[in-house]
């Protein structure tokens, strides 16, 4: 490992405040007039999905802490003073933003005859429409809670918003209570499009028609008030495991999906018109803080905004389709054509296809004997896992290292590994204490008298939806000591007790970290003796304190830095003395920048890599990540192209110099370049 200066006085970003700025970048872009109406609609339902995310597992954790603090003042949790209320405080003011850009946009969507309206506003018509929709839908999914203070509330999940009903006399001043959880599936959507007479096209929420109907509902009581206010709650999402040694991992993961469900609610977000007896008996209920109850607005859960109806297709985002490899053609062998060179795959603006029919070729040539794979995120019905399979009724060994700890996809993850074990697949559920986060296949297949390895090393998830979505690396390669290299970490994988070296793969947590920074301490040398040195790195977060601390070093020794960072990043760029000669931007656009490389100068010999880690502790030191370096001339230039382009982006970068406010990259040239429309024009030029 290449020693760091710990002596250095770092000023680095936290990084859950570092994460919150980029969800505010995902917040510029629902603010961004250039971007199609209805995507910005969709924008708001991500940044939501994202801070729920971030409340349930960051914000919990620092709770945690906090309390570990205070309750033991003497020992060191790790947690900054008064960290808890700055990111309060910041959560608190994106979500001022929020509120006020969901305003903008619903004026701008009702001047295009798009209508969001609530249950006063409809006319008699669509109140006998909503009446018969709510009988026939969202009735028999439908389950009143009635609330009262002697008795114990049920489970409730935290999937779900909820109304909160208040029952009420104006005579006599009795008054009940109850609770309506909002089940939203595809059969019952929260937003649902009425019959209009206008021109207009008129769309109400779920709850809104719910709202319309509590008449119905509580028909049975003798109230002449009755209201409903939305509320939503989240819960710890930690998870852990027993040591029962006699459960499986799946049995432990139910148990420990059964704890989370279960999990100690830590936020309750209320509709601020909410009468103080309402909330105070739900506040008790759930056994809230005062300090974790916000008020919000009249709707909530909204991240079922990037489920909108398409209502209007010409205020959509129209994104191109995806392109074939020039060397891939329609109906011909994709095994043929990495014999003959390796294959780079950018999606979204390659198609995933290829991937697929790489798979589907495998699983019926009879030359294949057999398949492993590293699965962490797939598709619902996936095509990867129906070729799979395929490829065991065809008869060939399939090995699946299936990841089942992967947040918030878990249960998917349950079901398809039932669904591979009893189709014939050897499935493996990871390895004690370390989650299997690399892209990697190895397909084996019988040629002449030898064995011959395909190879797939990539940056994302082997899912056909995501990857229309995120912007993700992939190599398809037949080199003989690269596929030698996949088969040492599969049969590690089979065999974990097995010490083993790969010549060309770098592996983590084994040695990835120590390569890497072996990397930077090169360049750190070569700067020293007056040689050209740079690194220029893509990735999702950096945040580990290793890699912070030597990437300072590097820049104090003058080695030129630029990072393209799209989420958390905990170094500060151009502080002087200490990154003068780090440059940092995030590109937040239409789709998710997920791919990672690496580009070292190496004194004018380049070492380039894509990998599935991001310079993340967690990802260097707990997680089974692969790294493959990039040899074939045409690959290392495309990777090349495609960082010079990203960095020339004056349209959707942002510099991470001031992550409080995020500044848009000042444009030095009157030419705009949109990376991520200029990738697509560059593939569709190869």
Not at 163 to 185: E, F, P
Request: hydrophobic residues 40%; contains cysteine.
């Amino acid at each position: 490992m290449y020693e760091t200066s710990h002596h250095i006085r770092m000023k680095t970003n936290n990084r859950e405040l570092s994460w919150l700025a980029f969800n505010r970048r995902v917040l510029q872009e629902a603010q961004d007039p250039t971007v199609p109406l209805m995507q910005r609609l969709r924008f708001l339902g991500i940044f939501s999905n994202n801070e729920d995310e971030f409340i349930k597992v960051r914000v919990a954790n620092t709770i945690r802490e906090t309390n570990l603090t205070n309750r033991y003042p003497r020992k060191k949790a790790g947690i900054e003073k008064g960290l808890l209320q700055r990111i309060n405080d910041s959560m608190q003011e994106a979500r001022d933003r929020f509120e006020q850009t969901y305003l903008d946009i619903l004026s701008q969507m009702e001047e295009h005859g798009i209508r969001i309206i609530h249950e006063n506003e409809l006319s008699e018509r669509q109140k006998e429409f909503c009446r018969h929709y709510y009988a026939s839908v969202i009735s028999v999914r439908l389950v009143p809670l009635m609330l009262r203070k002697t008795v114990t509330l049920p489970f409730l999940s935290d999937q779900h918003a909820y109304l909160a009903v208040k029952m009420s006399n104006r005579t006599n001043q009795s008054k009940r209570y109850a609770l309506i959880q909002l089940y939203v599936s595809k059969l019952c959507p929260r937003f649902v499009e009425l019959p209009s007479e206008k021109a207009a096209k008129e769309i109400i929420f779920m709850e809104d028609i719910i709202r319309l109907c509590l008449d119905d509902i509580f028909f049975m009581f003798n109230f002449d008030d009755i209201q409903a206010y939305t509320f939503k709650f989240l819960r710890d999402a930690l998870m852990s495991f027993d040591d029962d040694i006699s459960k499986s991992v799946v049995e432990k993961l139910e148990d420990s999906l059964e704890e989370r469900q279960h999990g100690q609610p830590i936020r309750l977000v209320y509709d601020k018109e909410m009468p103080e007896d309402l909330l105070s008996l739900i506040a008790s209920k759930l056994k809230i803080k005062p300090d974790q109850v916000l008020p919000g607005g009249r709707y909530h859960m909204l991240r079922d905004l990037m489920k909108f109806p398409k209502v209007a297709p010409e205020l959509e985002l129209k994104r191109p389709d995806p392109l074939t490899h020039p060397d891939i053609r329609p109906f011909s062998s994709v095994l043929d054509v990495i014999r003959e060179k390796d294959i780079f795959l950018n999606y979204p603006y390659h198609t995933f296809n290829h991937l697929i029919d790489f798979l589907r070729e495998a699983a019926i040539d009879p030359k294949v004997k057999s398949i492993h794979i590293t699965l962490y995120r797939t598709a619902e019905n996936s095509k990867v896992i129906n070729a799979l399979i395929n490829a065991v009724k065809n008869g060939k060994q399939v090995t699946v290292l299936e990841e089942l700890m992967a947040r918030f996809d878990e249960e998917q993850n349950v079901e398809d590994s039932d669904k591979m074990q009893k189709a014939g697949i050897r499935v493996i559920h990871g390895l004690p204490g370390i989650k299997v986060h690399s892209k990697l296949i190895l397909i084996e297949r019988k040629e002449k008298n030898a064995t011959r390895g395909y190879v797939y090393v990539g940056t994302g998830n082997f899912n056909e939806v995501t990857a229309g979505l995120y912007g993700d690396f992939g190599i398809l390669t037949t080199h003989p000591e690269i596929a030698a290299d996949a088969r040492r970490i599969f049969d590690f994988l089979l065999r974990p007790h097995q010490h083993f070296r790969c010549k060309h793969l770098l592996v983590a947590p084994y040695y990835m970290r120590d390569s890497l920074e072996a990397r930077i301490g090169n360049e750190i040398r070569n700067a020293r003796k007056g040689k050209k040195a740079f690194i220029h790195a893509k990735m999702n977060s950096l945040t580990d304190p290793g890699i912070v601390r030597l990437l300072y070093k590097a820049s104090q020794h003058g080695v030129k830095i630029r990072l393209i960072v799209r989420g958390a990043c905990c170094l500060q760029p151009q502080v002087k003395g200490q990154s003068d000669t780090i440059e940092v931007i995030s590109i937040v656009d239409s789709y998710l920048e997920h791919a990672r490389m690496l580009i070292f100068c190496n004194n004018g010999d380049e070492k380039i890599y894509i990998l599935s880690a991001d310079w993340m502790t967690r990802n260097l030191d707990r997680r089974i990540e692969v790294a493959i370096p990039v040899y074939d001339k045409k690959i290392r230039q495309t990777l090349k192209d495609v960082f010079h382009i990203q960095w020339a982006d004056n349209v959707k970068a942002r510099e991470l110099t001031d992550p409080d406010s995020n500044p848009y990259r000042k444009r030095e040239t009157d030419t705009l370049c949109r990376s991520q429309m200029e990738l697509f024009t560059y593939y569709k030029n190869k």
